[in-house]
């Protein structure tokens, strides 16, 4: 039962392009959703986050979106850098769950020059 | 500041051999986890540890063991390898600054069992 999914396993970009990466999940009771980057040998950073209470968040280049009644968040990335090319992983957190996190499967952006 | 430091970061192991991977954080945080990483798919948590002395399973536990004797040491353990345990393990840990609070990972251990 995957309650995080990211059906893209891949997106090609041009650079200073807008990427768009999109996440689907089924459990509505998450609180909190989370993108982290991974680089190849590296292990996952934090990149942005929003509350279940919130419909946008914006950071810089970053904005994440929230349709709590589709159930599906994106990841606006504005514009792409060749840096940003990595995978792109969506994460979903319910309260009181001890940071417990369940994972998208990741999409791996290219950004190309 | 090393923050999560993972050892080793590769191994090669028989069937049926143990190992323990380690896992060593700075940064005094109370929660600690494992996760594997699949080729394709995300990570699945394994064991986490909301302190020193306690910890209990994730998703998928089978075949690990952890202990967490102080606050900055969370190894995990494989006593009999199978190939279903080839993966990518990660080591995460968590401040209790509330929900939202990023976790912060280790650079992996890519584990091959053969």
Known sequence: DQQVKQNSPSLSV?????????????????????????YPAEGPTFLISISSIKDKNEDGRFTVFLNKSAKHLSLHIVPSQPGDSAVYFCAAEKYNQGG????????????KP | N??????????????GQSMTLQCTQDMNHNYMYWYRQDPGMGLKLIYYSVGAGITDKGE???????????TEDFPLR???????QTSVYFCATYSTGGVGQPQHFGDGTRLSIL
Do not use: H
Not at chain 2, 60 to 65: A, E, T
Not at chain 2, 78 to 84: C, G, N, T
């Open chain 2, 78 to 84: 494989l006593e009999l390898a199978a190939p279903s």
């Open chain 1, 14 to 38: 041009q650079e200073g392009r807008i990427s768009i990466l999109n996440c689907d999940y089924t459990n509505s009771m998450f609180d909190y959703f989370l993108w982290y980057k991974k």
């Open chain 2, 2 to 15: 090393a923050g999560v430091t993972q050892t080793p970061k590769f191994r090669i192991l028989k069937i």
């Open chain 1, 100 to 111: 417990k996190l369940i994972f998208g499967q990741g999409t791996e952006l290219s950004v």
């Open chain 2, 60 to 70: 998928v536990p089978n075949g690990y063991n952890v202990s967490r004797s102080t």
